[in-house]
């Protein structure tokens, strides 16, 4: 991709204001706040339930809501920073999500709460974008893939701590800590914004919305996400279903013509001209597939399964975080080094590798196994996270590094959330092909067909169908049943997503260094 003039020579920084280490340690704890906020609240959703009163349909809606409105806001976002300066936006976006998180704290009603987690996917929006848009920006290009493995680095760690902490804060404090402390995290990272962060714009950065187009492209992920949200409780076959994922479809193909016909679109599609971040988005989509669609079951496996508390499931899977926390760093160094290709692919295999490791788990697997397989899945997740970052972020112009930050992260909410879908769906086939014959063939007593759904439902996360009451050789029996049942089904999904990573390094072989990475260091500020 050629590139007109992007900015003037940088003025020299003054004092401490915009030193580029600096600016890091400001934007990692932001960005950990969200990624914290991200794992901390699944521990409280059992506890908020029981205090506010609230309805399956409503807890579900306080991890959807904020959900849907991260994914479908996070490329607005972008352009919002590449529009009026990244600085501003992560300022924004981080006293939008402490004030949400305190009033959800504050909150006594379910209403409340939903409303103000979608508030805090709106302002965690903001923040995300526009932390790799200050990154991209401040780092010379030579030290950019180490920021952004360092930058991994505090993602996986605050994606670990989230199980942990939150366990921690709910069962002795209570789960309105659980967004309290959010507050002083948002204050001391406002306070390094103010004073440490330097505003980075390009000389011809944009200056107008493409409103329609942001309507539309909200529209279209909207849709898509929401589909794949509620595919698994109304069935991939379903009208409904089928519905908004059509929609989606004819909102992106309206969003494309658009942007073709506007003279300063939210999305320049001249960017996907590059093959290096096409194949950069692409990957992202299916490492997330992958890695958060397989990572779905295995939280069901630790506690349903082997039974362990929300805590200590947290702590079986550090050996997979710890070595993201490990590789992101080393990652950013190889792939200064050599480029982002070797490492991409290498991350990929091992990837594939460890899905199938872990496909062959079984009920009685012990704890040294399981690290192992996690270890791995870390391992090779470290290089793609660092790597397929530094792809769609340093092929984009810098006056489009705010998009391209939205982009790599909506890669990665829809790659989530596509494979949580689909694999959800290959569970629950999974299950409702085999469970009746295995209850059969247990010897235990009939069931009818509504006792049978019901049961099926339970085994797809791990749960024993055992009535209260039941001799203990029968409740064991059942147990059996239903475990062995559920990791049958998980083996299947993670054959599925080895398959998927195997095509990631296929992918990852047409990624190379970012082209426009160079120009960060020399952005003009104001």
């Given at each position: 991709?050629?590139?007109?003039?992007?900015?003037?020579?940088?003025?020299?920084?003054?004092?401490?204001?915009?030193?580029?280490?600096?600016?890091?340690?400001?934007?990692?704890?932001?960005?950990?706040?969200?990624?914290?906020?991200?794992?901390?609240?699944?521990?409280?959703?059992?506890?908020?339930?029981?205090?506010?009163?609230?309805?399956?349909?409503?807890?579900?809606?306080?991890?959807?809501?904020?959900?849907?409105?991260?994914?479908?806001?996070?490329?607005?976002?972008?352009?919002?920073?590449?529009?009026?300066?990244?600085?501003?936006?992560?300022?924004?976006?981080?006293?939008?999500?402490?004030?949400?998180?305190?009033?959800?704290?504050?909150?006594?009603?379910?209403?409340?709460?939903?409303?103000?987690?979608?508030?805090?996917?709106?302002?965690?929006?903001?923040?995300?974008?526009?932390?790799?848009?200050?990154?991209?920006?401040?780092?010379?290009?030579?030290?950019?893939?180490?920021?952004?493995?360092i930058w991994g680095m505090v993602i996986g760690a605050s994606t670990a701590a989230g199980p942990i902490v939150g366990g921690l804060l709910v069962e002795h404090v209570s789960w309105q800590s659980v967004f309290f402390i959010n507050v002083p995290v948002g204050v001391v990272a406002l306070l390094f914004g103010l004073f440490i962060l330097l505003d980075h714009r390009a000389e011809n950065a944009p200056r107008s919305f493409d409103l329609p187009g942001i309507v539309l492209l909200s529209a279209a992920m909207f849709s898509l996400i929401?589909?794949?949200?509620?595919?698994?409780?109304?069935?991939?076959?379903?009208?409904?279903?089928?519905?908004?994922?059509?929609?989606?479809?004819?909102?992106?193909?309206?969003?494309?013509?658009?942007?073709?016909?506007?003279?300063?679109?939210?999305?320049?599609?001249?960017?996907?001209?590059?093959?290096?971040?096409?194949?950069?988005?692409?990957?992202?989509?299916?490492?997330?597939?992958?890695f958060m669609g397989g990572l779905f079951f295995v939280t069901f496996y630790l506690q349903n399964v082997h039974g362990m508390s929300p805590v200590d499931s947290g702590l079986r899977l550090l050996p997979l975080?710890?070595?993201?926390?490990?590789?992101?760093?080393?990652?950013?160094?190889?792939?200064?080094?050599?480029?982002?290709?070797?490492?991409?692919?290498?991350?990929?295999?091992?990837?594939?590798?460890?899905?199938?490791?872990?496909?062959?788990?079984?009920?009685?697997?012990?704890?040294?196994?399981?690290?192992?397989?996690?270890?791995?899945?870390?391992?090779?997740?470290?290089?793609?996270?660092?790597?397929?970052?530094?792809?769609?972020?340093?092929?984009?112009?810098?006056?489009?590094?705010?998009?391209a930050g939205g982009l790599q992260q909506a890669a990665m909410q829809v790659g989530g959330s596509l494979g949580t879908a689909v694999l959800g769906a290959v569970m629950a086939a999974e299950v409702s092909d085999t469970f009746g014959d295995n209850w059969k063939g247990a010897g235990l007593p009939p069931l009818t067909p509504e006792q049978l759904g019901l049961a099926e439902r339970g085994v797809q996360v791990g749960i024993a169908p055992v009535p209260p009451g039941v001799p203990e050789p029968v409740a064991q029996s059942i147990s059996t049943v239903a475990h062995e049942t559920f990791v049958s089904g998980m083996s299947t999904a993670f054959t599925c997503a080895a398959v998927v990573a195997a095509l990631a390094a296929v992918v990852a072989c047409f990624t190379k260094r970012g082209e426009n990475a160079a120009a960060g260091a020399g952005a003009a500020h104001i």
């Open positions: 991709m050629t590139l007109a003039k992007e900015s003037s020579p940088s003025p020299v920084r003054s004092g401490l204001r915009g030193h580029p280490w600096l600016t890091l340690f400001a934007v990692a704890i932001g960005v950990m706040m969200v990624t914290l906020d991200g794992t901390i609240v699944a521990v409280a959703n059992p506890a908020i339930q029981k205090d506010l009163g609230a309805s399956l349909a409503q807890v579900q809606w306080i991890t959807n809501g904020y959900l849907l409105a991260l994914a479908v806001s996070l490329i607005t976002a972008g352009k919002l920073g590449d529009r009026f300066g990244h600085r501003q936006t992560f300022l924004i976006g981080i006293a939008g999500f402490g004030l949400s998180s305190a009033v959800i704290g504050l909150s006594d009603g379910v209403g409340l709460v939903i409303g103000f987690r979608v508030a805090q996917g709106l302002f965690g929006a903001l923040l995300m974008p526009a932390a790799l848009g200050l990154l991209r920006a401040t780092f010379p290009a030579e030290k950019l893939n180490m920021a952004i493995g929401w589909a794949l949200i509620k595919a698994a409780e109304w069935g991939w076959g379903d009208a409904k279903t089928l519905l908004f994922l059509l929609g989606s479809l004819v909102c992106f193909g309206l969003f494309a013509f658009w942007e073709t016909r506007v003279s300063e679109p939210l999305i320049p599609l001249g960017m996907f001209r590059s093959a290096a971040l096409s194949a950069g988005t692409v990957l992202m989509v299916l490492m997330a597939f992958a975080t710890g070595m993201m926390i490990i590789g992101s760093p080393l990652a950013g160094a190889a792939i200064t080094r050599v480029g982002p290709r070797v490492p991409l692919v290498a991350g990929m295999v091992a990837t594939a590798v460890a899905c199938v490791g872990m496909s062959r788990l079984t009920p009685d697997t012990g704890t040294l196994t399981m690290s192992l397989w996690f270890a791995l899945l870390g391992l090779g997740l470290a290089p793609v996270m660092v790597g397929a970052t530094e792809v769609i972020v340093g092929n984009a112009p810098l006056e489009l590094s705010g998009v």
